[in-house]
């Protein structure tokens, strides 16, 4: 086997304090100098220089609600999204158990953008051949991006909910032996990045939030809209910490998979991807709950463009500072997973002492082409349609609403089995595994094995 490029261990990305100084000094030094240089793997976490959290409390004059919702933001990640470090884990675990070697192994990594983003960039640092396949109706951004770390694309028909065909060119692909398949929606590297890193960053973030008068030092609710399933790992570790804990998993109205068997095209970049993934623990799950496509793309409008911004500062007295920085911080599926804490505010009734708890995965710079077409269809934001979008924020309703039932939470399970075993060759009996939190557990543990052969790999 080839040499090796090894990155940082599950700890080290939960606490990058941990790493070694010299090698965090030169690591953030090259942020800044060099972003593509191999040392910024040691700069995939949720903290920065200084080792503070990159997290924003929403103003209550947008959100409408008294429950305190706060967002984790993803754009200082390398690669611009926190999905590279998911492809980080999936690939590092490979690595490790001597599954892919960079002198053999051409990767092959399946996504609708932000994981197919992470893993060209991963995998070109690490020294692999790497091919990205994108549905051909995501955003030119995302595959100049791609093109950009080094990475070849195969573009498969459709948009953001086609991952049918995505599925269909990687059976093509993995004929060739020398092929191996970084499959997001089941590898489990996904979920135990955001478990371990994601989860216990939010841990330690309630108590911080709570020195600064902000909520209770708890979670109340952890709201995630579901591309592969990884992100809302996290909610498996906040309620291990607090049992009556909320996770609630969002999706597009227009393909409402979990909700209601539901199908069809969206535009929420990153999202609803048409299937339940491997990945996903619906047993755990608390409510599923839908948004508008159109709706979180005006809310971005609002939050990027002068319009929303003159608008929130004068009209609805957004401080500025706030303004600035959710126009940093914000994409397509940031707002959608806010307008889930907003209805998931309301819906349960959280009060002035509750903290609810999101994410913003990646930044507008990666949809000014779908902000430049929305103008186009729409018509230039003037303030008082700037106006009217703050309304999407503050009379969200509770419609589009399906608590986790046991029986509920059955059906979530057994819809698995379509792309799984019908399609995918898992067998029955790995499927009823995960009725069991045991099983998910089994793989929540692996994390200190995991980081302990790293470091042994390292010497």
């Not at 303004?323 to 397509?332: N, P």
Request: charged share 25%.
């Amino acid at each position: 086997m080839s040499k090796l490029i090894l990155g940082p261990t599950f700890e080290e990305m939960l606490h990058p304090e941990k790493i070694a100084p010299d090698i965090r000094k030169r690591a953030l030094k090259m942020r800044a100098e060099d972003p593509l240089d191999p040392i910024n793997l040691f700069n995939i976490t949720w903290r920065d220089g200084n080792n503070d959290i990159y997290y924003h409390v929403i103003p209550k004059e947008l959100t409408g609600v008294e429950a305190n919702i706060v967002v984790l933001y993803g754009n200082n990640f390398p690669s611009g999204s926190h999905k590279v470090g998911a492809a980080y884990a999936v690939l590092i675990e490979k690595q490790l158990f001597g599954e892919i070697d960079p002198s053999v192994h051409t990767l092959v990594w399946p996504s609708t953008g932000n994981y197919g983003i992470g893993g060209a960039y991963v995998g070109c640092r690490m020294n692999f051949d790497s091919i990205v396949v994108l549905p051909e109706g995501m955003s030119k951004e995302r595959f100049q991006q791609i093109e950009s770390y080094g990475a070849r694309i195969i573009k498969t028909p459709g948009s953001e909910s086609n991952v049918k065909e995505i599925y269909d060119e990687t059976h093509r692909l993995r004929r060739d032996p020398k092929v191996r398949i970084l499959n997001q929606f089941e590898v489990m590297g996904n979920y135990r990045f955001h478990y371990h890193v994601t989860g216990n960053t939010i841990v330690e973030l309630a108590g911080l939030l709570e020195q600064q008068g902000v909520g209770n030092g708890n979670v109340a609710a952890f709201c995630s809209a579901m591309g592969s399933g990884g992100t809302i790992a996290a909610g498996d570790r906040l309620k291990q910490v607090w049992p009556d804990h909320k996770i609630v998993g969002l999706e597009p109205i227009q393909c409402p998979t979990l909700y209601n068997n539901g199908y069809g095209s969206h535009d929420i970049q990153g999202i609803g991807d048409k299937h339940v993934t491997w990945i996903h623990n619906v047993i755990n799950m608390d409510a599923i709950m839908c948004l508008d496509d159109i709706e979180c793309k005006k809310g971005l409008q609002l939050l990027t463009e002068e319009a929303g911004w003159t608008t929130l500062t004068k009209r609805f007295g957004v401080p500025r500072a706030s303004v600035e920085k959710m126009a940093e911080i914000f994409g397509i599926s940031s707002v959608c997973n806010v307008f889930g804490a907003i209805k998931t505010a309301k819906f349960y009734g959280y009060g002035k002492d509750d903290v609810i708890v999101t994410i913003c995965t990646d930044a507008i710079d990666r949809y000014r082409s779908v902000m430049s077409d929305m103008t186009r269809t729409f018509g230039k934001m003037d303030e008082a349609e700037a106006a009217a979008r703050v309304q999407i924020f503050r009379d969200k309703t509770t419609d589009w609403i399906h608590e986790g039932t046991t029986e509920m939470r059955r059906q979530w399970h057994n819809l698995k089995y379509y792309t799984w075993v019908e399609q995918q060759g898992k067998t029955v009996e790995e499927l009823d595994a995960q009725l069991s939190q045991e099983w998910w557990a089994k793989h929540q543990q692996l994390v200190g094995d995991i980081d302990a052969k790293l470091k042994a790999a390292r010497k």
